[in-house]
C-alpha cells in the first residue's frame, strides 16, 4: 500500500480540483499568446477525437520540441517491434515538429492541464500499456493517477541539473513521492542518477544521453540546392536557436567581422520563430540589410543577416554553413543541443552558460571538439578564426564527430534496460493475436 501523500501534494491536488472550472478562461487566454492550437484545446481537458488503437499503447511524455525529438530514434525502435505509440506534449512548436518529422502512425496529444478529472479522462481514454517520461517533466496528478492504475511507468534521459536538484531538496517529501512511483529512472548521466537517487528515485541506472543517438535532421535537397547556389562564394555563419538578448550580440559580430570578410552572410535561426520579425527590425536599426525566410524572401548577394524564422528547417542550414553558432549560451538559458550541428559537419562555437547540456559541451570542448566563447569579444575572435583557417575548422569538425560517435550508445541502453515492459507488451499482443 503507497504511503500516504504528503501534506504539499494534497493541497496541489486540492487546488488543481478547484482550478477547473478556471480552464476555459485560462485555454483563451493562451489562444491569445499563440500558446494552443484552436482546434484541439479539448485535448487540453482530457479529451480526444482520436481513437485508441486496439492492442497495447506505449505513452512518451515530453515537455516540449527537444524532448519529443531525444525519443524520435526509440520511437522508431518501439514501431520496429510493430508498437503503437501515443506522443504527448505540452507546446504548439512541439506539435508542428510531430507533424513534421513523425510517421503518421505515431499519435500526438497535447498533454492534459494536470487537474485530477482532466487526467481521469485522458487515461480512460488511452489506457497506455507502459508510461515513458522524458528527462523531468513530472506532472503530480499525471503521476499519481497512472500509478493508482498500475501502469508502468519509467523515466527515460531523465536530467536533474544542480539548481533543480537545490529546489527539489527543499521539498524531500514532495518529489521522493513522486518519484517514487516510477518503477525505474534512466538517467542521462551519472550526477544526474545521483541527484534522482538522492531525491528518492527506486532502480536508478545512468543509461546516457538519447540526444546524443538522434539521426541527423533531414533537409529538403532542393531547397538546399537553391540556397547553396544563391550562398555561393560566401563565408556563412549560423546562429542555431537564439534567444533574446543573443541577436543583438550576432549583429554587432557580423559588423565586426564582415571588415575582414565583407561578404559574410550571417544566418539567425531564432529559437521561438515568431521572434523573426523583432530581429528584423534589430538588423535594420544596426543599418544592415536583412531578409526574413517567413516572407519568402531570399538572402540575396546584398543581404547581411537572413532571419530563418520558420519551423523544422535546421537541418537545412546546418548543412548549408561551416561554421554553427549554439544560441542559449551566451544568456543564462544553458545553452542548446549541439550533436545535431556535429553531425551534419558544423564547427561548434558556444558561450558559457550550457548548463542544460553540461557533459556534453564539456566533452566536446576537452577534445576540442567546440570552441568556448565566453563573452561578445571572444566570440568575434573564435568566428574570425574559423573563417580564415578552413584547417582549423575542420580539425574541430572531426573532433567533435569524434566525441559524439564516443558518448553514443543511450539508445541500445535504454532499449535494454525496458526489455522486461516490452516483453510483457509482446506477450500481450501474441495472445490478442491468438484469439
Known amino acids: 500500500m503507497a504511503n500516504p501523500l504528503p501534506m504539499a501534494l494534497r493541497v496541489y491536488r486540492g487546488l488543481s480540483s478547484a482550478a477547473v472550472p478556471l480552464a476555459p478562461a485560462l485555454?483563451?487566454?493562451?489562444l491569445k499568446h499563440g500558446k494552443e492550437d484552436p482546434e484541439r484545446t479539448d485535448e487540453r481537458r482530457g479529451l480526444s477525437h482520436d481513437t485508441r488503437p486496439q492492442g497495447p499503447?506505449?505513452?512518451?511524455?515530453?515537455?516540449?520540441?527537444?524532448?519529443?525529438?531525444?525519443?524520435a530514434a526509440l520511437i522508431e525502435r518501439l514501431r520496429a517491434l510493430n508498437i503503437r505509440i501515443l506522443l504527448t506534449s505540452g507546446t504548439v512548436t512541439s506539435a508542428a515538429i510531430v507533424a513534421k518529422r513523425f510517421p503518421p502512425d505515431v499519435i500526438h496529444q497535447y498533454v492534459p492541464y494536470d487537474t485530477p478529472r482532466f487526467v481521469e479522462r485522458f487515461l480512460d481514454h488511452w489506457r497506455p500499456s507502459l508510461g515513458l517520461f522524458i528527462e523531468s517533466d513530472l506532472w503530480p496528478n499525471l503521476i499519481l493517477a497512472g500509478a493508482s492504475?498500475?501502469?508502468p511507468m519509467v523515466v527515460i534521459n531523465g536530467r536533474m541539473s544542480p539548481s533543480s536538484f537545490a529546489r527539489w531538496r527543499r521539498m524531500a517529501g514532495t518529489i521522493s513521492?513522486?518519484?517514487?512511483?516510477?518503477?525505474?529512472?534512466?538517467?542521462?548521466?551519472?550526477?544526474?542518477?545521483?541527484?534522482?537517487s538522492a531525491l528518492g528515485a527506486r532502480n536508478v541506472v545512468a543509461t546516457g544521453n538519447l540526444k546524443l543517438d538522434v539521426p541527423a535532421p533531414p533537409a529538403d535537397p532542393a531547397k538546399l540546392d537553391r540556397l547553396a547556389a544563391m550562398t555561393r562564394?560566401?563565408?556563412?555563419?549560423?546562429?542555431?536557436?537564439?534567444?533574446?538578448?543573443?541577436?543583438?550580440?550576432?549583429?554587432?559580430?557580423h559588423k565586426a567581422l564582415?571588415?575582414?570578410?565583407?561578404?559574410?552572410?550571417?544566418?539567425?535561426v531564432p529559437r521561438h520563430p515568431h521572434r523573426g520579425p523583432g530581429i528584423a527590425e534589430l538588423v535594420a536599426g544596426a543599418g544592415l540589410q536583412g531578409a526574413l525566410r517567413s516572407r519568402e524572401e531570399q538572402p540575396l548577394a546584398g543581404t547581411d543577416i537572413y532571419v530563418a524564422d520558420t519551423m523544422?528547417?535546421?537541418?537545412?542550414?546546418?548543412?548549408?554553413?561551416?561554421?554553427?553558432f549554439m544560441g542559449g549560451s551566451l544568456v543564462e538559458h544553458g545553452g542548446q543541443n549541439p550533436i545535431e550541428a556535429v553531425k551534419l559537419g558544423a564547427a561548434i562555437v558556444h558561450g558559457p552558460h550550457v548548463f542544460n547540456f553540461t557533459d556534453v559541451y564539456e566533452a566536446l570542448d576537452k577534445a576540442a571538439g567546440a570552441r568556448l566563447a565566453h563573452d561578445p569579444d571572444a566570440l568575434v575572435r573564435q568566428l574570425r578564426q574559423l573563417l580564415a583557417e578552413p584547417e582549423a575548422c575542420n580539425d574541430l569538425v572531426a573532433a567533435g564527430a569524434g566525441v559524439v560517435d564516443q558518448l553514443g550508445g543511450a539508445l541500445e541502453r535504454t532499449?535494454?534496460?525496458l526489455e522486461p515492459y516490452l516483453l510483457q507488451i509482446r506477450l500481450e499482443m501474441g495472445a490478442a493475436g491468438d484469439a
Open 258 to 268: 564582415r571588415r575582414s570578410h565583407p561578404s559574410l552572410l550571417s544566418v539567425i
Open 312 to 324: 523544422g528547417e535546421l537541418g537545412l542550414f546546418y548543412r548549408l554553413a561551416p561554421v554553427v
Open 415 to 417: 532499449m535494454s534496460a
Open 57 to 71: 499503447l506505449v505513452w512518451i511524455h515530453g515537455a516540449s520540441v527537444g524532448e519529443v525529438l531525444a525519443a
Open 233 to 253: 562564394g560566401r563565408p556563412v555563419i549560423v546562429a542555431a536557436s537564439t534567444h533574446p538578448g543573443e541577436d543583438e550580440i550576432l549583429i554587432a559580430a
Open 27 to 30: 485555454i483563451r487566454q493562451r
Open 177 to 196: 513521492a513522486l518519484l517514487g512511483r516510477f518503477d525505474v529512472c534512466l538517467a542521462q548521466s551519472q550526477a544526474d542518477a545521483e541527484r534522482f
Open 149 to 151: 492504475r498500475r501502469v
